[in-house]
Every structure is written in C-alpha cells, then in structure tokens.
C-alpha cells in the first residue's frame, strides 16, 4: 500500500516533526510500504528509519493531515491542521535545538580549515605513521621484535625533550620570589662599643650584622668565590656541571666542591628551609634562576656574605671577622679571608678551635682554597707564598653578651638612641645597628669596683639593714657624656636602674642650685622692695632653727606652726656668708635665701642646671634643703653646669649609631645657659672649699677637686657629689624594702659616719686619684 500526502497542506518547517503510532505488534505484514518511503514530508521512508516514537501507525492509515490514519490510530496534529469533530486534544509541535555558536562556527570555517590543512596532512602522514611505534615489531622475530627503531628512538627523545622543556617553561613560570625573606635570615644584632671603640655588649636572638659590598675587600670576595662558586660572575645562577658534581659526591667520588651556586645557596638561605627534598632542591633551582635575572650579580653575592652561617653563633663576613680575629671585615687579610671562606662549607667542621680533627680539616682547606685562587688568576703565585703558616683564630669569640652593669648601659643606650634616630621599637629590634656609647670602660670599672666594696661591707657590718641597701652612681663630663654609671647588683636580677631612679630626697646637696638663684637673680626683702644683688659675702642667719620668713612676716604651713630651719646635728653658726654656708653645709641661711629669692627662680635654676620639673618638689620653703627627688645622672649633670662655667647640656649616653656601615643622623643634645659665668664659678668656688673643710688631706692643694656632702633630715638618703678634672660624679646611698613599698628607709648606719661617708667613700675610689 502506497502511502501518499496530500500536495495542499504546506511542508513542515524545519524545527516540526510528525510522530506516528505504530501498533504494539508493529506494522502488518503485506503493508504496501516501499523501504525507502520517507513519512516525514511525505517521501519514501527509508529503510533505517527510527519508528520508536511511542506513537501508532495503523495500516491503511492516510497520511494526511486532517485526516485519522485509520481506526483506533492517530497521527500528531498542528493547531491550525486538527480535526474539528475528533474532539482530541491538540499537541505544539516541539522544536529541535539551537545550535551552539561553536558549532555554528565549526559549520563555517570547517571546509575552510580542510582545505588548508589538507596539503600538510597529506604530507606529513606518511611520516608520522612511520615514527608511529608498532609493538611488537612486525617483520621481526624473537627478541628483535621489542628494540625500537633508530625512528622510534629519535621520537622519543624528541617527545621527553619537549615535554620536558614544556614542563620546565611552566615551572619557571609559575615559581615566585617572595616579597618578604626568611625573618630569621635576615634579624640582625644590635652591637654597643666603649667611647674607645671596643666591642661592650650586643643585643638580639642573632649575631649578625650586614655590611655593603663596597666595605668587602676584594681579596675576601674572591677568597669566598673560590671555595664556593667562582663561576659566579658568569654563570646563570644554577651550575649543570655543579649539580652533577654533586650527584657523584652523592656517591662518594666528589671532590671538595659544592654542588650548588652561591645564588641557590642564597635562595635556601633567606627563602627555603634547609631540607635536603628533591622538591626543595627542584624550586631552589627555579627561584635560583628568577633571581639572577632580577638581581644583579654583585647584589647577590652582598646579601650571600651577610645571611650566610659562619659558626660562633654569626651569621654574616662582618660577625665572622670580628668572631674569630676581633677585627672588622675591611682589616682582614686574603690569608684569613681564606680561613673563614672555609668555614661556609660547614663551621662545626672547620672550626680549629674545637678538636685536632677539626684544625687539621681547616689547615687542608684553608690552603686549598688559597690555590684555587692562584688558579683561577685571583691571587699571584708570590703573593701565594707569603702566607705559609695557618692563621689560627682566637679561641673565644669576644664578641660579649649583655650581663651585669653591661645590661644597665645597654638600657640607658637604647632609649636614648631610639629617641635621638627617632626610631620605632620595632625598627631599633629589627637589629643592623652600631651604637657607639660614651662611656668610658676604665671609669666603669673602677665606679663598679668602688660600690662592689661598699655592698660587701655594708653585708659584713650591718646584714640585716643591708638587705634593703640600694646604691645609685653615675659620671657625667661637662659636656653632657655620660662616663659611667653603677646601676645595680644586676639587671637580671633586679630591673630598674638605681642611677637613673627618682626616689629619694636630694637633701642638702640641693643647696648649690639655691646658691646659684639668688646670685643669678638677686633677693627682694619687702613686697614692693627693690631686688638687691647677693655676693658670697653676704651674710645670713647660720643657727639652728630659725624661723622662715616672707615680706608679710614668718611662714606658717598648714597645721598652724612656724617653719624653721634646721642644721645637722642642731649646730648654729651665727652670721654667715653664704660662700662659707655652702662650704661648710650649712642648711638655715639657704632656707631663707630661697624665700628671697623667690621659690619659682629656685625651681627655674634648678631645672637650667638639669634637674628634671617632674623631680623638683613643691614649691614651699622645704624645696631649698632638698625635698626634691633627683636621680644620680641627674645630679651629676646639675653639679657639671657649675664646672662648664653656667652652661648646661644635656646628659647623652651615645655618640654616634650607624645601621649596616652608615651613619644615622642623631639630635644634637640641647645646650643652653643655666646661669652665669660668675655664678657658676662661685658655686664651684665654695664647693672646692666645702671639699677642702670635710677632707683636707685627701688631695693636692693644686688639685681640681670640688664636692658636697647630702643629707636628708630624716636619714633616708645620704649622697656625695663633686668633680676632679672637670668629670663630676654623684653618689647616693638609700634603703627601700621593694616586696612592701616604695617609701624610704632609715639608713640604719649604712651611710658611715660624719668623718668616713660610706658615699664620699664610693665618689673618692672612683676618681681616684683625686687631682
């Protein structure tokens, strides 16, 4: 049976489809359906056609449209095509999917491409089909059939060189150099020199400290080269002969060079760890090979010398040279350079220090680095010559950590160096600095010696009153260094510095500073008086508790009692100049000379001279006989105006700093004139003859000595100040029990007596000789 379609109705567009129902059983036998009738658009339906749609096609169903197929079966309708009295619901026809622009695009330029391409296949096919492996081989027999072709070797060699460079290109691409370096490869120490330029003490979890290669000498640079990588300058920061040197001493047949460059040593040094991983060693090379094209070669080999591994606890040439010959890198000699070039290929093997072993190892590298230098045009076969005999290092690493008074230097040196550089804390512990101190060591040592003697004996005599001793001394130049201090037993035992603590009264050594106002400034004896000049010969009342007075009569303090004066041990004297009051201390005539001259002018003089405003006690008539509270620095640097003639600097304790070889610009300490020249001659005049009175046999007569005993009136605190040749030094002898309060103790006899001050005893010992 022919199936035919009618010619009106109009062909399906290209996204419609007509399904057909096909009984269960399929389509009957002897159906008059040509094999190749397309049913679709009304053509043969081919022979391959796909009927399973689900729907039914019933035998001598009519094909068209409008039309049933035949009972019992239903072909799909289209809105505008469905029966009107079949009463079936209609079905949208569906329609089929849009294409993906890829596709679109592959429809497009696919013909295109075949044809271009087409040439070049057909050329290269014939080889690519040879090189193409065939395993196992044909035409062969036997163990013949598995060797590659001479064809099949090549490709494979071509195919592993290209993934290979592939897999390299990709590696080197994707390693990175960190921004920030290992933070333990690049801390540095802090280092703190004597006035003299000696080494005193350093500070930081590393001795380190980084030096420009400028400041290398040449000879060192190459003496390292050598022995490590003297291909350096040429080389593209990874070594292939190197690498497979390393591999053979891997396997014991190696000679006595390493395997890696300096900039992969560098690379483990400051980025990686030091695991010996095929991982780590494959990204030491990457990096390695980055780095020496963004860094030039001689930056390179500067920050090599400065993070690399020396032994005795140093990192860097710098800590090296100063570790084992106590010189700087810029004094040492190629001999040397060679020693410490050796130590790079392992410090605990070539240390000659710690075993014969190691000292015959060192020898035996150390000169075979030294020819390799003359082999590789460094160094001439008579300069070679020269050096023979092994140029043994010192045993000891003089480099000195912190301890003891060293600590309480280091104190006063770091924060006045962070306040002078203006310096983040974070920046002063970063490390790389040189601070050059100014105090001297001779002078320490012999301030340290003197109060060291004193605490002994103060445990001898009086145990139990000694417990609780404290003793504060310091030396300060005219010019405002600070020569020495004495701080405490120890800094590790007890944090504060008892030179620079603010705790007990000044007493009667305050005097000088109310000596110094009234000449300055002149008393006013009546409110509306004229203010009258005052000389050392003008006399004052001298005795024991006379009472204070002001322009409206006596002084009167809070409870309703006059104030008065007071002298040691009640004495009165009677008229007295104040030249011979200062002389022999006595407390009264100052009193009242404060009154006149004014608290305010008192307190101004007093902080001219360098007293701190924060230490200055109140402004009533018990400021004049000592109730401020200054530190010994402090009253070292008041009594060193009057030696430098009424001008006053500031106390400093460091000279200059410089951070990896350069200078860092300090403040300049502030200068300014507390006084007078007149003035402060006087009350240097008076305080030589107050030395002379209370101790006329201890020094020449010829001698530049001044100095002034201190007492308080409740016998808290006893301190001896003066100067020898222009150096002043202020000692105080106190007792606070620091596990109850902060308050002042009675000395309990720990000051000595009138005849032998245990505080005069300290100031004479420390700068003796006196004159």
């Known amino acids: 049976m022919q199936l035919k379609v009618p010619s009106p109705p109009p062909r399906p567009a290209a996204d419609e489809t007509m399904q057909l129902r096909i009984p269960e059983g399929g389509i009957p036998a002897g159906s008059d359906i040509p094999a190749d009738a397309d049913m679709s658009t009304g053509d043969d339906i081919p022979a391959d056609a796909d009927m399973s749609t689900g729907d039914d096609i019933s035998a001598g169903a009519d094909m068209s449209t409008g039309d049933d197929i035949s009972a019992g079966a239903e072909a799909s309708e ?110 540095q120490d802090n280092v703190y020199f004597w006035a003299d330029g000696t080494p005193m003490a350093r500070t930081g979890w590393v001795q380190r400290q980084a030096m420009p290669l400028n400041e290398i000498p040449e000879d060192v640079r190459w003496a390292v080269l050598a022995a490590e990588n003297e291909s350096f300058y040429s080389d593209p920061g990874i070594s292939f002969k190197g690498i497979t040197r390393a591999l053979f001493r891997t396997l014991g047949q190696g000679d006595t060079q390493g395997g890696s460059t300096i900039t992969q040593q560098y690379v483990k040094n400051v980025y990686l760890n030091q695991d010996q991983t095929l991982s780590r060693k494959f990204t030491e090379a990457m990096m390695a090979l980055k780095l020496d094209n963004r860094m030039s070669k001689d930056k390179i080999l500067e920050a090599y010398l400065n993070t690399s591994w020396f032994g005795r606890g140093t990192y860097g040439i710098q800590r090296a040279a100063q570790a084992y010959y106590g010189k700087e890198v810029s004094e040492l000699n190629v001999s040397e350079a060679a020693f410490l070039a050796s130590l790079l290929k392992g410090a605990g093997l070539y240390d000659p220090t710690l075993n014969k072993t190691n000292h015959a190892r060192a020898v035996e590298r150390w000169s075979w680095i ?112 600070i020569l020495a201090v004495y701080g405490g037993p120890d800094h590790r035992k007890q944090g504060y510095n008892e030179s620079n603590a603010t705790t007990v009264p000044a007493g009667s050594a305050f005097l000088p500073f109310v000596y110094a106002a009234g000449l300055e400034h002149g008393v006013r004896k009546t409110r509306d008086g004229e203010v009258t000049p005052v000389t050392g010969e003008s006399l ?10 002001t322009p409206e009569g006596p002084y009167w303090d809070r409870s309703g ?20 009051a200062l002389a022999q201390s006595v407390n009264t005539p100052f009193m009242q000379l404060g009154m006149d001259t004014g608290l305010e002018k008192v ?14 006690g109140a402004q009533v008539p018990t400021l004049s006989t000592g109730s401020s509270t200054p530190s010994a620095i402090r009253m070292a640097s008041g009594y060193a105006t009057f030696v430098a003639d009424g001008m006053h600097v500031e106390p400093y304790s460091v000279r200059r700093i410089t951070h990896n070889g350069h200078d860092v610009r ?26 002379r009175t209370a101790h006329p046999d201890a020094a020449d007569a010829s001698a530049e000595v001044a100095g ?50 245990v505080p005069y005893g300290i100031w004479s010992s420390a700068m003796s000789p006196l004159g």
Do not use: C
Request: aromatic letters at 8%; hydrophobic letters at 35%.
């Open 561 to 580: 009692r006059k104030v008065a004066a007071r002298n040691d041990g009640g004495r009165s004297y009677g008229q007295i100049s104040l030249h011979q």
């Open 370 to 481: 030294l020819d390799r230098m003359v082999a590789i045009g460094k160094l001439s076969p008579q300069e070679r010559a020269k050096y023979k005999t092994f140029p043994a290092p010192l045993k000891s690493n003089p480099l000195y950590d912190t301890g003891e008074q060293s600590d309480y230097l280091v104190e006063l040196a770091a924060q006045y160096a962070k306040k002078t550089a203006h310096l983040s804390d974070k920046e002063f512990d970063l490390g790389g600095y040189q601070i050059y101190t100014t105090f001297d060591k001779k002078r320490e040592d012999l301030l340290t010696e003197a109060v060291t003697k004193a605490r002994k004996e103060a445990r001898e005599d009086h145990p139990k009153a000694a417990k609780a001793a404290h003793y504060g001394a310091a030396s300060i130049a005219p010019d405002g260094r």
């Open 666 to 691: 300090l403040d300049k300490p502030p200068t300014r004139r507390a006084m007078g020249a007149d003035t402060a001659r006087e009350v240097q005049s008076a305080l030589t003859d107050a030395f």
């Open 78 to 187: 289209t809105p505008d095509t469905a029966s009107a009295t079949s009463g079936a619901p209609s079905r949208r026809r569906r329609k089929a999917p849009r294409p993906s622009p890829a596709a679109r695009v592959t429809a497009t330029l696919g013909p295109r491409l075949a044809l271009l391409l087409a040439p070049v296949a057909a050329h290269l096919g014939p080889h690519v089909r040879r090189l193409r492996p065939h395993y196992p081989r044909p035409g062969r027999t036997g163990w013949r059939r598995w060797i590659p072709s001479w064809r099949q070797t090549l490709g494979g060699f071509l195919a592993s060189l290209g993934l290979s460079t592939l897999f390299l290109a990709v590696a080197y691409a994707a390693t990175d150099i960190p921004d920030n370096l290992n933070t333990y490869a690049t801390q």
């Open 540 to 549: 004052y009342n001298g005795d024991d508790g006379v009472p204070v007075t």
């Open 603 to 616: 307190r101004a003089t007093a902080e001219a001279s360098g007293l701190l405003s924060s230490s200055i």
């Open 708 to 757: 002034k005993v201190g007492t308080t009136e409740d016998d808290t605190a006893a301190w001896y100040v003066g100067s020898v040749k222009k150096v002043t030094t202020a000692v105080v002898v106190y007792r606070i029990d620091l596990n109850k309060s902060l308050e002042p103790l009675p000395l309990q006899g720990l000051d000595g007596t009138a005849t032998d001050s």
